[in-house]
């Protein structure tokens, strides 16, 4: 029949229909490719019904002894490296609130001295005028003025 299936399996070869082409190198590596995953398969069952034990002997002994000194000594450190991180980071977040509450504080006692001068600043400008401060020294001092007798002029 040579290298190629001419006809199909199931039909006569009277009937003259004519199979798909097929190289029988593709069916075989068909075949195997089937043959391997059953394989593959069944190694697969068999070792999920194996013991734990047999299971563990197999693993190397690296696996098994997760927490040795090596790494122990390893997982130590990262964790101290790590405390110590969270401390410093939480010692700055500290600072740096403390330093944000003076700020706050400070600012908010900046604005009073600026209201406290502005309002003296006001009074100092209307004691300054003479009509006022004649006003204050007669009503707060009892200061009066001065008669035509009282009042004498020094020539130089």
């Not at 006809?7 to 195997?32: D, E, M, V, Y």
């Not at 977040?93 to 908010?108: V, Y």
């Amino acid at each position: 029949m040579g290298i190629f299936n001419f006809f199909n399996k199931s039909s006569s070869h009277a009937s003259g229909t004519l199979a798909l082409i097929q190289p029988k190198w593709k069916k075989t590596i068909q075949a195997s490719s089937k043959q391997r995953s059953k394989t593959q398969t069944n190694r697969y069952m068999e070792r999920m019904l194996q013991p734990e034990s047999q299971l563990l002997a197999r693993l190397p002994d690296e696996t098994l002894s997760f927490l040795s000194a090596r790494n122990f000594f390893l997982v130590a450190t990262a964790v101290v490296i790590l405390f110590l991180g969270l401390l410093v980071y939480i010692r700055v977040s500290h600072t740096q609130n403390e330093l944000g509450m003076d700020i706050s504080r400070l600012t908010n006692y900046q604005v009073q001295l600026q209201e406290e001068n502005r309002r003296l600043k006001v009074e100092l400008a209307r004691l300054a005028s003479l009509d006022d401060l004649e006003i204050v020294a007669r009503r707060d001092l009892g200061l009066v003025s001065p008669s035509q007798g009282q009042i004498v002029v020094i020539d130089d």
